[in-house]
């Protein structure tokens, strides 16, 4: 699969399936299917596991790129010293548990100490690490970390507030709880107002 990512026209994608990995992934979903009890030669489930493998490839595309790249093909020398925020950044993303979907927000901040990135950077650095396989606290850190080691501001923030279809579904069936995560470096570790000033600016309450 090729991933074409367009600097500034924002998130263009070339879809391109690798077609013996689309093949062998249909031939384990219909297998799949006819474990569950399907008969997989019924007329509306004729293509699914065609359509299944190539949604699943899309939906962990995010192997396939470079956040820190993403970061650094538009990254600025500049000397502003407040807090940057992309808030309500949409995100999708698979628990790696139960391949089931997560999905919510992420609000990012971030303090420029020589350099900024390119405002929708940012929600790209989200979406590289959430087309993938993941766990909520653990994205949340990837993208502080990716933030903080190619920009190195004075401080990173990141809050995931999201909802996840393995519990609403399934199991306790919590139906509208949302899970939110943080992480936090530099400033936003050290200073409370800072942070606080943070939590405002998303509308989130600290206790
Ligand atoms: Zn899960």
Redesign the pocket.
Known sequence: MDITLNGNSGYNKTESYDDEKTTRLSELYEESLRLLGEDTSREGLEKTPLRVAKAMQFLTQGYNMQPDEIVKSAMFREDYQQMVVVKDIELYSL????L?P?FGKAHVAYIPRHHITGLSKIARVVEAFARRLQVQERLTTQIKECIQETLNPLGVAVVIEAQ?M??QMRGVQKQHSVTTTSDFTGAFLKNIATREEFFNIIGHKLH
Do not use: V
């Open positions: 628990c790696e548990h139960h089931l997560f996840h393995c519990m």
